[in-house]
């Protein structure tokens, strides 16, 4: 299914849902990380700060729409944020790696995992990363399909 024809899809029960969301992948494991987000496993993710900067783009915000695409571009589930915060990234917490729900959802596993994910980014934009970078937290819901 396109994202256009999963927000249409999910327009019929929010017609109030209006027209702004992002489709996007996950950078890694795309067709895994969805399905963690479609089995309710996955209700978290992070983002580098400084390279929504250099590529002009504005900040997720609480209550805005995503639609999830897997590795092939198909639209897997609709989400809405419920909570995005700023926090530098020797301060994420237990808590949100937990959400996340990647490999043992500990906190060990997701620095490392992220370093290694940001390091090279980073270092492509010119930046370098470290344990005082910010990270944008993200919280959200799957609100489509609803199970």
């Known amino acids: 299914m396109t994202p256009e024809d999963m927000w249409q899809a ?7 849902a209006g027209d702004d969301y992002e489709a996007w992948a996950f950078g890694l494991l795309e067709d895994e ?10 209700t978290a993710t992070a983002s580098g700060y400084d390279l929504y900067a250099l590529e002009d783009e504005p900040l997720p915000s ?3 729409y995503n639609i999830i695409l897997d590795s092939q571009g198909n639209a897997v589930c609709v989400t809405k944020q419920t909570k995005v915060y700023v926090t530098e990234f020797c301060n994420v917490t237990a808590e949100h790696a937990y959400k996340e ?3 043992d ?5 997701w620095r490392q995992v992220h ?6 980014y980073y270092e492509e934009a010119g930046l370098t990363f470290s344990e005082n970078s910010k990270i944008v937290c993200e919280e959200f819901e799957v609100v489509y399909p609803l199970t």
Do not use: C, H, M, W
Request: hydrophobic content about 30%.
């Open 62 to 64: 609480d209550s805005s």
């Open 105 to 109: 959802r500990s906190l060990a596993y």
């Open 33 to 42: 990380l969805a399905q963690l987000v479609l089995d309710g496993v996955k």
């Open 10 to 16: 999910y327009k019929t029960i929010n017609p109030n």
């Open 115 to 120: 370093e290694d994910f940001f390091k090279p």
């Open 101 to 103: 729900g990647e490999g």
